[in-house]
């Protein structure tokens, strides 16, 4: 009976053993389990944030876009302001000189 008593305990100390390494095991399960649902929150932040400095420079790209355009059209705006100056400096010039050449016409036909 003496050896019977011993394998009926060393059985209870490995049952005890195996019990206890288990419960370790579904400890580990767990943390293991909140650390992957750690890694997906902190997956998500690095996704909102990826896009987020996407959508921010897609915003500057624009903005800068809008400034080179911008400056583009300072540009043509300032030929179009000389042309047109240009053009009515050339039209004064053709006026007077047209209008003298009436006056003096007229200044002729008068004497």
Known sequence: MGGR????????????????????????????????SDLRKIEEALDYSSTLVKSISDERKIRLERKENLWDFDKENCK??????????????????HSRSNANRHYR???
């Open 5 to 36: 008593r011993k394998l009926i305990s060393s059985i209870g100390k490995i049952d005890a053993v195996l019990t206890k390494r288990i419960e370790d095991m579904r400890e580990t399960i767990a943390l293991m389990d909140r650390k992957q």
């Open 80 to 97: 179009l302001k000389e042309d047109c100056n240009n053009l009515k400096s050339g039209y004064m010039v053709l006026f007077c000189n």
């Open 109 to 111: 036909m008068s004497d």
